[in-house]
């Protein structure tokens, strides 16, 4: 055991001594920086750099590959995802027919859609994985509400989601829209509730309350 001399009495006393026993005069400094600390601070900076630069290279790639990416490839990816976040849309729920809107005019030849430049009197039938649910006619108007509930057992979230919506007429009904989309859980949902363009009808809102497992 190494002996140093007190600077107070000039005793001798053990390198470990907190204090001069002769003179109680305080003996131990701030620790010596060994090598092995003096060395681990730099390394750790420099391996916080490396991570620094390796994440801001992957990011930089990353960005560039999705700008450039097409946009079927993009959708698919983002369906794969979406399916991995989204639990699965399985069991019992009831169904909403909320609201939509409807164009002006016939896309076919630019006219109204009734007589005297009447607006739609408009029907919407859905149908998902063999279930169905179908409006009463919301008369003359390019903005129907029909708040149409409906019960739907969904058995797997995969099913397509298909819509048919027409003015009703007297004699003959004019197609507004006819469209199959899907599957079911592909759908971006703000809360339970998902919108579909289908022809000449937009945004055609419809809601999902889960109310049992089946």
Known sequence: MALVRCPECDSEVSEKANACPKC???LQSAPVETEKTATRSPRRKIILAISIVVIAMASFIFYNRWTHMPAEEKEAIER????IITPKMKGSYRVTIVSAKIDERKKDNGKAWDSFNGNPDVVVILSIGGNRLETLAQKNTLNPKWNKSGRMRFMSGDENVQVHAYDKDALKHD??????????????????????????MKDLVLTFEKIGNF
């Open 24 to 26: 109680g005069n305080p």
């Open 175 to 200: 197609i507004i829209g006819e469209c199959r989309k899907g599957p079911l859980d592909s759908f971006s949902k703000d809360g339970n509730k998902i919108s579909i363009d289908c022809g000449q």
């Open 80 to 83: 794969k995802l979406t399916k």
